[in-house]
């Protein structure tokens, strides 16, 4: 199921429609906060035949989606540093740099 979700977020099939509703190729996911929990709900058959709130790729893909989402803006932040220092003709503090690469390798 990993391998299947990873690969819908690689082909970019997961859509962001709002804050907790994402589009998986025909499928719906919604994130739905119910007594503190946060559950994940998808519209295809998987997921509601084999009962309430299982877990399918679809519901999957979104959660790395969104993984990948943070990911993302944390590195493109880091670069945007290390550009900065750059065009000033600066050297960058590289244990600074190192230490927040080495963060953003631990998300993934």
Known sequence: MIK???QLVKEGNVK??????FQVLNHQ???QVKKGRNLLLC???NS???????????????IIYLANKDLNKRLNE???????FKKLK??????GFINELRELRGLS
């Open 90 to 95: 600066k050297s960058l503090p590289i244990e």
């Open 4 to 6: 299947s979700a990873k």
């Open 16 to 21: 962001q429609l709002s804050p907790t509703l």
């Open 78 to 84: 880091s670069i945007k540093i290390y550009e900065q």
């Open 43 to 45: 519209s295809c058959q």
């Open 48 to 62: 509601s035949y084999f009962g309430h709130n299982n877990f399918c790729s679809h519901s999957c893909a979104a």
């Open 29 to 31: 996911v919604k994130i």
